[in-house]
């Protein structure tokens, strides 16, 4: 349950036939997502896309054990998944809900670690580490609506890295954030994942995004949902906004994914 | 709640966080001025006045010096503002306890909900007799009173603040793996802290008043006693003086609560002033 049993596959996080129906059995029943499968390899970007109402928090949430599936499993390092896992983290959307105003930045990314029972010395310097990861420093003492809406979300990223987990979802973490702090967290993201060899899955509604920073692609149809597509995205591990955004591997993909998520509307 | 909040002194309301003396100057002139030109109507209007039930102010205020100062009263006011203390922190306690009990469990909070709002209305003073056969004469009733009125705005509130607050910050305890009593002291606790205090506050409201009413049956100590004593053997101005000291006290006590809150509740009120 605790995923402690290091296994030898490589596959990180596999998903079989979740199926999520809200309200099951009575009249106001709703399918969220029909059927979904798809596999996280051990140090992958994968994104999740797909339109608005396709289930993609739902997803999220059966993936970080939040949320219990209707039908088929969720498995992580090997393990059924029952609760959630030790070695997983996860950044909401609104780093306005998932930040504690009431703690300091210090005290927000320790707080796992207290959690873990990780003495007081030691928390100091790990804190200190995943601010520093994420591009903060001397951000401790104060609290975190002392902080732009960027770096707040960059607290709450240090916070999920603070205990090193295996995998860290995300749920349209840069939804609320400006255009330009979007782009300096996706490379941001990109930069942590390849420093500590971490795996990655994302939710996100924008496919330029989904493209440019990921492996592989699920791509979700609407509603209720399935998998309509995985695609591979050989973009290589150096990717710059300016010169992978107008390359023509991405604008071919960015059409491909088009198609699929928005068909026969022209 | 709201009704109770209000009821108490609005010129202990949140300050903004200011710099600079003229403003700080101009702010205190803002909130004392009327005072002070009521009191200096009150000191010229009286001071020729001859009617046993209208007396000069400044024979009030010599006569509270001599009644509360001089000649010991001040017992009295020991007496009242320790079984305050003591009823009103057992309330607050307690408040929270029950508060977080409830909210901890929906098959309680569903069967205790008629009893609470039952009890909530039932004008604690009227409990005054049953709390005399029960406990009898002394302290420990008065404070038994004090408690069971107190217990109300804080529990309500402490619920209302605890299932008040965001589910994302529950999602994230859980995914952070902050769980039981680390849970209840990092999220629970400073979560519903704001509406916490605002019940703290109106059981502070409801305290002062069952202090006094407490002490004005059964009772030989207290500065309700001293009120009802003076008024029943005509000494009006010893009356006045007893009032005015009850005044005081209020205030005080509800000066002590404003600038602890601030203090507890920094990050709530500099976040608010931010915007955030």
Redesign the interface.
Known sequence: MEGTTLTTTETVLAVEGLKKVYNEGTQAAFTAIQSVSFTVQRGEFVCIVGPSGAGKTTLLRALAGLAAPTDGTVTFEGAKLDGVPAKLGLVFQDYSRSLYPWLTNGRNVGAPLAARGIPKSERTARVREALEAVGLGGVEKKYPWELSGGMQQRVAIARSLSYRPDLLLMDEPFASVDAQTRFDLEDLVLRVRRDLGITVVLVTHDIDEAIYLSDRIVVLSGNPSVVKEVVDVPLGSERTQTATRSSEEFLALRNHLLSLVMPARV | MSRLVTSSLSVTRPARRTRGGTVVLRRVLTAVWLPIVLLAVWWFASANSTSPFFQPLQLILSQTWDQWVTQGAWTNAVASVRNLLIGYAAGGILGIAFGSLLWRSLRLRQAANPIVYFLYVLPAPALLPAMIAIFGIGPMRQIALITFGAIWPTLLNALDGMRGI?S??F??A??????GW?RYF??VL??A?PQIAAGLRASLTVSIILMVVSEMVASNAGIGFFILQAQASFAIIKMWTGILVLAILGTVLNYIFVVVEHAVLR??Y??RA?G?
Request: glycine share 8%; proline share 4%; net charge positive.
């Open positions: 965001d994302v910050k999602d994230t859980k995914v952070l793996r902050i769980g680390r990092t999220i400073p979560g802290a990050w709530y500099r976040s931010l955030s």
